[in-house]
């Protein structure tokens, strides 16, 4: 009777080694991907953000941040009133659907 075995040490060690290394390859391209395509975004939106006041940026970066309007209010001495308006005006301006689309911009241009 013939069994096949895996646990010689050289084959082991050599397809841990070979796995390892694809996966650190796989995860480069996976990041070089997710670059390439924040800039072309960025490329694609960039005339949209240029729109943007200094103050709707910044409050675009603190609510990427995960910072919520009275609280961005409190940070930067306006009211929630005045951070919920210039909210609507960057979704407006950026033509933003979602929270999340907002991030994507905020990641784009460097905000985060």
Known sequence: MFVFSLRQPNIRTMSTTTLQRRDKLSSFAFKLKRI?????FRLAH??????????????LQYLAEGYNNPQIGEMLYIS????????KNIIRKLKAKSAVELFQFALAFNLV
Do not use: G, W
């Open 46 to 59: 960039q005339q949209k953000f240029q729109c943007l006041t200094q103050r709707e940026k910044e409050i």
């Open 80 to 87: 929630r009133l005045t951070v919920e308006q210039h909210r």
């Open 36 to 40: 390439r395509k924040q800039e072309q």
